[in-house]
């Protein structure tokens, strides 16, 4: 029970920040795939996804959604978040919060809550099942400070072993990516995700391209 109210209270204290403190943006996107933690969640189709948040005096909420494609009747994901974010220092911030997973049929919701720190270029954040604490996920993320018009970061990834079953990534307990952002203007930006797997061939199963539009 206590698990079920922790979203709605946060959820809550971000929306109803006054609102001369709280900001909203959102944006729409499009991508060659969907992939999340290392593994497609659109079966290599394209897949249109849309966010909105709202941040305020350090909380923040919002709501994301996507087209999935898992072989079975689930078309698509939409999930609910919130937390707060501190800045200790110029270069150290601590995010925490509670994501919750949502599909539009045949699989239930789960909640997971998450810490993550920031500090210069790194980042490391870590995943726990709120229903099963086997399930979790750590990553690491440097961002590449020599390169300055793309946006690099590489990612290094691991689930337990019950979340790699759970997320279908069968024995790839582990994986390494790269990811990069360009802004194009003052509203839109392209991406990419590639996979360490696709050194070995199949580069369109490893990677993605997305355009998104950020308002």
Known sequence: MFKK??????????????????????????????????VSQNDGNTALDLGLSWTGDGFYAGAWGSQVDFGNEVDYEYDFFAGYALAVTDKMNINVGLIQYNYDSLIEETEEVFAKVD???????????????DLTFTQVEYQLPFITQVDVSVIAAMHSDESAAAMGAGDNQKYVGVSLTKDLGKNFSISAMIMDSARHGDMMDNASIGLRYNF
């Open 119 to 133: 500090f210069g270029n790194v980042s490391f954040a870590h995943s726990v099942n709120l229903d099963n604490s």
């Open 5 to 38: 109210l922790i979203l709605p209270v946060l959820l809550a204290a971000a929306i109803f920040t006054p609102y001369t403190y709280a900001d909203v943006s959102g944006s729409v996107g499009v991508s060659s795939d969907y992939f999340y933690r290392g």
